[in-house]
C-alpha cells in the first residue's frame, strides 16, 4: 500500500510535467541547431552516425519494458523531463542557442542507449509542434545531445558509483557534464559546417565554445542541481524500480 503511496506521487509529478508540455509553445523560437543551418553533406553524415545507436536503444527499451513494464512510468518522466528543460532557450549564436537538455537524468536512470531513441523522439516533436531545430539538422541534433551527452553521463555515474561516491555527486556529475559535453559537439558541428574563412576549424570552435560558454556553464549547474532534486524525490518513491534498474 506504501508503495503504491509512493508511485502515485511520481504519477502526479508526470502529469504535471505533461501539463507543462504547452509552456515552450507560448513564446517558440529556433532552437538547437536550426533547419537549413548545415550543408545537406553534414545533415546525412551526423544522421548516418546516429543509426546504430538508435538500433541500440530500441533493443535496449524493449528488452527493459519486458523485463518490468512499471518502468514505464519513469520512462514517460525522463521523457517529459528533456521535452521541457530543452525547450528553455537562451539566444547564444546565430543558428542555435543555449538551453539545459535533461538527458544526463534519463541516462543515470535508464542508459545512454535509451536515451537516444528517447532523444530523437523529443527532438521529433519539438521540430514538428515547437518548430526548434529542424529535420534537416535532427541527425546532428540528435548526435550531440540525445548520443554524446548521455554516453558521457552515463559513463559518469557508473564511474562515480564504481568509486562509491555520493549518489548525489554522482548524478550532479553527470548531468552537468553531460549537458556541457552536449555544446561542445554542437560547437565542434558548427565549426565543421561553418569554418573560418581566414583561420579555419580550430579558430572557428573555439569561437563557438566562447560564445555558447557565459550562458551554458551556469545552465548546466542549475540542470544538475535540478536532477539531483528529481532524483532524491524517485529514490524515495521508486526504490524497487531503480533497483531494477541497476541505477542504486
Given at each position: 500500500?506504501?508503495?503504491?503511496?509512493k508511485?502515485?506521487k511520481?504519477?502526479?509529478?508526470?502529469?504535471?510535467l505533461?501539463?507543462?508540455?504547452?509552456?515552450?509553445?507560448?513564446?517558440?523560437?529556433?532552437?538547437?541547431?536550426?533547419?537549413?543551418?548545415?550543408?545537406?553533406?553534414?545533415?546525412i553524415?551526423w544522421g548516418?552516425?546516429?543509426?546504430?545507436?538508435?538500433?541500440?536503444?530500441?533493443?535496449?527499451m524493449?528488452?527493459?519494458?519486458?523485463?518490468?513494464?512499471?518502468?514505464?512510468i519513469l520512462?514517460?518522466?525522463?521523457?517529459?523531463?528533456v521535452?521541457?528543460?530543452?525547450?528553455?532557450?537562451?539566444?547564444?549564436?546565430?543558428?542555435?542557442?543555449?538551453h539545459?537538455?535533461?538527458?544526463?537524468?534519463?541516462?543515470?536512470?535508464?542508459?545512454?542507449p535509451v536515451?537516444?531513441?528517447?532523444?530523437?523522439?523529443?527532438l521529433?516533436?519539438q521540430?514538428?509542434?515547437?518548430?526548434?531545430?529542424?529535420?534537416t539538422?535532427?541527425?546532428?541534433?540528435?548526435?550531440?545531445m540525445a548520443?554524446?551527452?548521455?554516453?558521457?553521463?552515463?559513463?559518469?555515474y557508473r564511474?562515480?558509483?564504481?568509486?562509491n561516491?555520493?549518489?548525489?555527486?554522482g548524478?550532479?556529475?553527470?548531468?552537468?557534464?553531460?549537458d556541457?559535453?552536449t555544446?561542445?559537439?554542437?560547437?565542434?558541428?558548427?565549426?565543421?559546417?561553418?569554418?573560418?574563412?581566414?583561420?579555419?576549424?580550430?579558430f572557428?570552435?573555439?569561437?563557438?565554445?566562447?560564445?555558447?560558454?557565459?550562458?551554458?556553464?551556469?545552465?548546466a549547474?542549475?540542470?544538475?542541481?535540478l536532477?539531483?532534486?528529481?532524483?532524491?524525490?524517485?529514490e524515495?518513491?521508486?526504490q524497487?524500480?531503480l533497483?531494477?534498474?541497476?541505477?542504486i
Amino acid at each position: 500500500m506504501l508503495v503504491n503511496k509512493k508511485c502515485d506521487k511520481v504519477k502526479i509529478l508526470v502529469a504535471v510535467l505533461s501539463v507543462l508540455l504547452v509552456v515552450p509553445a507560448l513564446n517558440a523560437s529556433a532552437m538547437h541547431i536550426m533547419e537549413g543551418y548545415l550543408p545537406v553533406g553534414y545533415c546525412i553524415l551526423w544522421g548516418v552516425l546516429c543509426v546504430p545507436f538508435l538500433i541500440w536503444g530500441g533493443i535496449d527499451m524493449k528488452k527493459q519494458m519486458k523485463s518490468d513494464g512499471r518502468t514505464k512510468i519513469l520512462l514517460a518522466l525522463s521523457g517529459a523531463f528533456v521535452f521541457i528543460i530543452s525547450s528553455l532557450k537562451i539566444p547564444s549564436v546565430t543558428g542555435s542557442c543555449s538551453h539545459p537538455t535533461g538527458t544526463g537524468l534519463g541516462a543515470v536512470l535508464f542508459g545512454a542507449p535509451v536515451m537516444s531513441l528517447l532523444g530523437i523522439i523529443v527532438l521529433i516533436f519539438q521540430a514538428l509542434l515547437l518548430a526548434h531545430g529542424g529535420f534537416t539538422t535532427l541527425g546532428a541534433n540528435t548526435f550531440s545531445m540525445a548520443i554524446a551527452g548521455p554516453f558521457l553521463s552515463y559513463g559518469i555515474y557508473r564511474l562515480c558509483k564504481k568509486m562509491n561516491v555520493n549518489k548525489a555527486v554522482g548524478v550532479f556529475l553527470a548531468a552537468t557534464l553531460g549537458d556541457l559535453f552536449t555544446y561542445v559537439i554542437t560547437s565542434v558541428q558548427l565549426a565543421l559546417a561553418h569554418p573560418d574563412a581566414a583561420n579555419g576549424f580550430m579558430f572557428s570552435l573555439v569561437k563557438f565554445m566562447g560564445i555558447f560558454a557565459p550562458t551554458q556553464v551556469p545552465i548546466a549547474i542549475a540542470e544538475g542541481i535540478l536532477s539531483v532534486i528529481i532524483f532524491n524525490v524517485l529514490e524515495a518513491s521508486c526504490q524497487k524500480e531503480l533497483q531494477r534498474l541497476s541505477v542504486i
